[in-house]
């Protein structure tokens, strides 16, 4: 993808671009310093959002030119291989932020589904504070450590989960599995 004919861009030095393929540190700022404001200004134009968001490509392209530009035979290949890497940087960022929203509106929707029932709110704090007692104490004790760190704050569960010999993933199991029994006895409790 081309930047658009209006776009001014810079007319890179082969030189400088092979110095920044090789890791050359001031030949980055140079470059970065001409490409700021082209890239600023097609991220802009191809994603149709605002300054923030551009700056965001902008950080994105720099970071794969300082770790990935290849080794470019001519000023307009430099510049071809810069609108490629503006136009995917701009892909990249709204199809994160596609999977985000998409993530955030299930995780709404899982939230929903477990909204506590209306009896519930009609028995007393202590009566409660009593059944959960009683569901807590029946699952194992690092399911408890884990619910506690993860609801109760004392620790993280990374922590939590280091003191009992687990893994992140599997610490992040455990809770998964410890939530949903504590649900399946709640509905049982309420309809069984």
């Not at 092979?18 to 200004?41: I, L, M, T």
């Not at 700056?55 to 000023?75: E, F, G, I, N, S």
């Not at 194992?140 to 010999?165: H, I, K, Q, W, Y």
């Amino acid at each position: 993808m081309r930047p658009p004919p209006s776009e001014p861009v810079p007319a890179t030095e082969v030189p400088l671009a092979r110095r920044v393929a090789r890791g050359d540190e001031a030949a980055f700022v140079q470059f970065y310093e001409a490409w700021f404001g082209p890239v600023c200004k097609l991220a802009r134009v191809l994603s149709r959002r605002d300054e923030d968001f551009a700056l965001d490509v902008v950080q994105d392209v720099m970071m794969t030119v300082a770790r990935k530009l290849p080794m470019l035979r001519d000023d307009a290949a430099v510049r071809a291989w810069m609108a490629r890497t503006v136009a995917n940087a701009v892909t990249d960022r709204l199809r994160a932020e596609q999977r985000r929203r998409r993530r955030e509106q299930s995780a709404g929707q899982a939230r929903a589904a477990h909204e506590v029932p209306e009896p519930w709110l009609g028995i007393a704090a202590a009566e409660r504070q009593a059944w959960l007692a009683g569901v807590l104490a029946a699952l194992p004790a690092v399911d408890r450590e884990l619910l506690a760190a993860r609801f109760g704050g004392a620790a993280t569960v990374a922590a939590t989960a280091a003191a009992f010999g687990l893994g992140a993933d599997a610490a992040h199991g455990r809770l998964r599995r410890a939530l949903r029994r504590v649900r399946h006895a709640a509905a049982e409790w309420w309809h069984g």
